[in-house]
């Protein structure tokens, strides 16, 4: 992905903020080896992996072949720019769940963007960010949990405060996904702060008070 440096520095900022959860998404869905009966075996038929190797900001990071996949990626927080911009969402997340719609783990991105900030980050402060960030991120398997057949993931948003157009509420829905009863555990992974752009990525995982379905 390259930056292109034709919107507002605000714009922009937000912009790339959307590619970083882009890449960053695509990263922990193949860290955790969602596909591995369904996308494996279509892309055996071509002799290729599920994933393909790309560069991003001079990062060689994953992207998945199939096309519905990163449709629903970028499509998912594509429609969230505008709300961004509002300052409207708080977190972004990806959530795991089982067959009984319960949360078994959830990557938390918790975002904010300063829109006073009048200049477009630097790339040689976001290549150096970028890098460790997503180093870590790489890092954090052995802090998630294995994969069951059954589980199912879904990109869910935290919002400050509900869109007040109408055209903007249509375009979500609420999940069906249930909440956890107690506050969770929480195990931090990484955090970035580069003027204008706050993003802390915690995994929670149900309180062992949790009760069992």
Request: aromatic share 10%.
């Amino acid at each position: 992905m390259e930056r292109k440096k034709k919107q507002s520095p605000q714009n922009e900022n937000v912009k790339f903020l959307v590619e970083f959860l882009q890449v960053a998404i695509t990263s922990i869905i193949f860290l955790k080896g969602i596909y591995p009966d369904v996308l494996v075996i279509i892309c055996m038929i071509v002799n290729e992996g599920a994933f393909e190797r790309r560069r991003y900001m001079n990062l060689v990071v994953h992207r998945a072949r199939h096309p519905q996949l990163n449709h629903y990626i970028q499509h998912s927080l594509n429609s969230l720019v505008p709300h961004i911009q509002q300052g409207l969402v708080e977190r972004v997340a990806v959530i795991f769940f089982n067959r009984d719609k319960i949360p078994i783990e959830k990557f938390m991105f918790k975002i904010n963007v300063n829109q006073s900030y009048e200049s477009v980050i630097e790339d040689a402060d976001l290549g150096v960010s970028l890098r460790a960030f997503l180093t870590k991120l790489s890092q954090s398997e052995p802090l998630s949990k294995a994969v069951s057949k059954d589980w199912k993931w879904e990109i869910m948003s935290y919002f400050r405060s509900i869109p007040s157009t109408s055209e903007d509420a249509d375009m979500w829905v609420g999940t069906r996904t249930q909440q956890w009863q107690q506050p969770p555990l929480i195990t931090p992974i990484k955090s970035m702060n580069i003027d204008p752009l706050s993003v802390q990525l915690y995994i929670e995982h149900p309180s062992l008070l949790e009760p069992k379905p």
